[in-house]
C-alpha cells in the first residue's frame, strides 16, 4: 500500500538548471494536485489535474509545468530554477476533485 | 471568498490537556471538510473530516465542532498527548456544482506543541 510516491526527496539545483519532480498513485484516484509548502505560508496549490488528460493552474502557477502523463503519473517541472522555488514540494492525489486529498512525503528543493 | 482562516497559528498545551484549533471560511459552496496532521518531514496525513450536515464527530481523542450558520468549525483533541505535537491544518472542500480551479482550500496551519 504505497498510496502517493514522489521522487526525489531531495534536490539541490543552481538557478537556471532545470528539472522534474516525479508522482504516482497506486490508489486509482482521478485527481491529482502539485503544492508547495513554505514556513508560514501553509500549503500553495500550484496546479492540479481533475481527471486524466486534464490540468488546471491553481494559486502560484508561474516558473512550474505539468504533465499528467496517465492516471496514475503527475510530473511537476521547473524550466529554469530559480532561489524563489526554494520549498518543500508535495503531489496529493483524491477519488475526484471534491474529496479529500492524500498526500505523498514531500521533495525538499534547494536552489542556490 | 475562497479563503479559509485557521487560528492560532501556534499552541503550547500542557500533557493531558484540550487542544483546540479554530478555521472559519465565507463561501457557502464549501460542503466537507477535512483536517490533517503533519509531522516534520512528512506529508499532510488525513486525521478526521466533517460534513455540515452534523454538528459534531468524535474519532478517538479528536473531536471536530461544526457550527454551520457561524461558518466555524474546530478541533478538539482531549488528553493530548506529546505525540500529538505537530503541525494540523483545516481544509473545506467546494461542492462538486460549484466550479472553481481550486477545490481543496487549506487553512494556514497551526504548530501544535504538548508540552510533558
Known amino acids: 500500500n504505497a498510496g502517493v510516491t514522489q521522487t526525489p526527496k531531495f534536490q539541490v539545483l543552481k538557478t537556471g538548471q532545470s528539472m522534474t519532480l516525479q508522482c504516482a498513485q497506486d490508489m486509482n484516484h482521478n485527481s491529482m494536485y502539485w503544492y508547495r509548502q513554505d514556513p508560514g505560508m501553509g500549503l500553495r496549490l500550484i496546479y492540479y489535474s481533475a481527471s486524466e488528460g486534464t490540468t488546471d493552474k491553481g494559486e502560484v502557477p508561474n516558473g512550474y509545468n505539468v504533465s499528467r502523463l496517465n492516471k496514475r503519473e503527475f510530473s511537476l517541472r521547473l524550466e529554469s530554477a530559480a532561489p524563489s522555488q526554494t520549498s518543500v514540494y508535495f503531489c496529493a492525489s483524491s477519488v475526484d476533485s471534491d474529496t479529500e486529498a492524500f498526500f505523498g512525503q514531500g521533495t525538499r528543493l534547494t536552489v542556490v | 471568498q475562497q479563503q479559509v482562516k485557521q487560528s492560532p497559528q501556534s499552541l503550547i498545551v500542557q500533557k493531558g490537556g484540550i487542544s483546540i484549533i479554530n478555521c472559519a471560511y465565507e463561501?457557502?459552496?464549501?460542503?466537507?471538510f477535512p483536517w490533517y496532521q503533519q509531522f516534520p518531514g512528512k506529508g499532510p496525513a488525513l486525521l478526521i473530516a466533517i460534513r455540515p450536515d452534523v454538528s459534531e464527530k468524535k474519532e478517538g481523542r479528536f473531536t471536530i465542532s461544526f457550527n454551520k450558520s457561524a461558518k466555524q468549525f474546530s478541533l478538539h483533541i482531549m488528553d493530548s498527548q506529546p505525540g500529538d505535537s505537530a503541525t494540523y491544518f483545516c481544509?473545506?472542500?467546494?461542492?462538486?456544482?460549484?466550479?472553481?480551479?481550486?477545490?481543496?482550500?487549506f487553512g494556514s496551519g497551526t504548530r501544535l506543541s504538548i508540552r510533558p
Open positions: 463561501n457557502t459552496a464549501f460542503d466537507y
Open positions: 481544509a473545506a472542500i467546494v461542492n462538486p456544482g460549484y466550479s472553481s480551479a481550486s477545490k481543496i482550500i
